[in-house]
């Protein structure tokens, strides 16, 4: 039973739907408008009393919204698994566990379930299996993560993806600034996610602070007229020089 | 006639085999050896006296032996260009110009130069027109960037590309010290490089300092064990927060 009936839900059911050896038996929603895409595909329902008998029960709804499903849904006699990163594993119900796909999702965007990794707890181990089961059957990258280890995960990407969008941001200000069309970089960008995630980004890093090329450096610096944006230079440039020098 | 005979050079030259608007009548290289590859292919030389006449001398060397090449073949009466992002325009020779290649080669990697940038730039604006028949033999992305514009963009790619990289490193060391396997975040990687590039990166920001969430923030500072990693957390939520609450 899938509980939920956003852009998570949605995908899930979708992936679940091209593999045999899962059957969503009821999608459940609070908003019946919102199930209507399911109706015609699976017996839908509004009210968590309705809810038929399952081995999985999967919460895959907004993180603050969790703890108020599993709540309800805690006596059945199943395993009760919510989707999102942020939030930990309930002991509230006798067993349960975690099913997070560690990606973004947009509604209309077509997904490819395959590659995208899926981070797997649970209380007691006999429940890793069902879940490991349930995960291999619509993605090539399923991972036994802790909930201390997913905290972690959260902090790291934070830093691989919210931050690193925030300098593309920034290369993008600087591009308008100067009549260049961002497009020019697009190439560069990916490949070099490409690099960092085919290969480790430390042994690609490439760039004037790697050279500790001060020349450069201090070129670039008399370029950058936003404080904000110097600060950041200066002090990305010095931890990239610390940590390629200490390795050294 | 190409001068150069290596990773740029390689993969220009492979890229000029493969279109019949161009045709390569011969390529230079100070050293025999590296030039080896070339011989069944076109006519080589190690000596720029013996430099055949063509339309274009395209220079694609290592940056700082540009000059050197230029002062050599100044006096041709002919279309002087180098590769180099980081060297100006020459004005030593009399027709002279920038075909600069925006992207990272790699030795043997295989490349698709038609979704390569190629920045251009001329002295006259009649040789323009040569270098850009050029640059659409060869890739679908041509550009016309001034020496001006092409420091900024080199700024622009060292916040996009290197920096995000470091970032990139930074993500792989906290999961290293937490046993997670790195390739856990690569398709979240790659999804918000190909995201930032196909939308624009500022309306596709996510995360806590995006949502000003200082309960998430507070506890990721309290996570982080390492000095500079504490400083460039707070800086980037700092920046993300103070530009997208200006946007607002």
């Known amino acids: 039973v899938l509980l939920g009936a956003g852009n998570v839900a949605t995908h899930l059911f979708r992936a679940f739907s091209e593999t045999e050896k899962v059957e969503v038996v009821q999608v459940y929603n609070r908003s019946k408008t919102t199930l209507k895409p399911f109706e015609t595909l699976v017996e839908t329902t509004t009210s968590i009393e309705d809810l038929v008998e399952a081995e999985v029960y999967l919460i895959a709804v907004k993180d603050d919204a969790v703890e108020e499903i599993v709540d309800q849904v805690k006596n059945k006699n199943a395993l009760i698994v919510h989707t999102s990163g942020s939030v930990p594993l309930f002991s509230s119900a006798k067993r349960n566990g975690v099913f997070y796909p560690l990606q973004t999702f947009s509604k209309n965007a077509e997904v490819n379930f395959k590659e995208i990794p899926i981070c797997l707890e649970t209380s007691a181990e006999e429940d890793f299996v069902i879940l490991k089961n349930l995960a291999e059957s619509i993605s090539e990258k399923v991972f036994s993560i802790s909930s201390e ?100």
């Open 149 to 248: 280890q997913r905290k972690k995960l959260h902090l790291a990407a934070v830093f691989a993806c919210n931050f690193t969008n925030h300098l593309y941001t920034i290369a993008e200000t600087i591009c308008q600034e100067n009549q260049v069309p961002f497009e020019v970089l697009s190439a560069l960008i990916k490949v070099t996610a490409q690099k960092a995630t085919l290969y480790s980004p430390k042994e690609v890093q490439t760039g004037p602070a790697l050279r500790n090329d001060q020349k450069t450096i201090q070129q670039h610096l008399e370029q950058i007229t936003d404080a904000d944006e110097t600060k950041i230079y200066k002090l990305l440039t010095q931890s990239i020089i610390d940590y390629h020098g200490k390795k050294l």
